[in-house]
């Protein structure tokens, strides 16, 4: 991985099979939880050459090379580290709560 802008959610991964870079967006990272990869880390990746952001390729799927890639929908049986528990508490009239 060349770059990864966290602030941006978007980085560069360089490879043999993508001169030039490959634009890579954090909505194509393969990872449970928040959507990052690290700049410096070794990552696997498919892509595709429509271009994007003045690059010839940009990912279809990014993940790090010592992961396996966990995709939208499938179940995460790892450790996340970290859990939360919203609970929702409403006072008054409830029946006055609408939504679209």
């Known amino acids: 991985m060349r770059v990864w ?16 870079g490959c634009w890579t967006h954090y909505s194509s990272v393969a990872v449970a939880g928040y959507k990052v990869l690290q700049a410096g ?12 952001d003045g690059f010839s390729f940009r990912t279809v799927e990014a993940w790090p090379a010592d992961q396996e890639p966990v995709r939208e929908g499938q179940e995460y049986t790892g450790t996340l580290g970290a859990s939360c528990v919203l609970t929702l508490t409403f ?6 709560v609408t939504g679209p």
Do not use: K, L, M, N
């Open 5 to 20: 802008d966290e602030g941006e959610g978007w980085g560069v991964i360089d490879s043999e099979a993508t001169p030039g």
């Open 41 to 52: 880390a070794e990552v696997r990746f498919t892509f595709e050459s429509p271009g994007q």
């Open 91 to 96: 006072d008054g009239d409830t029946d006055a």
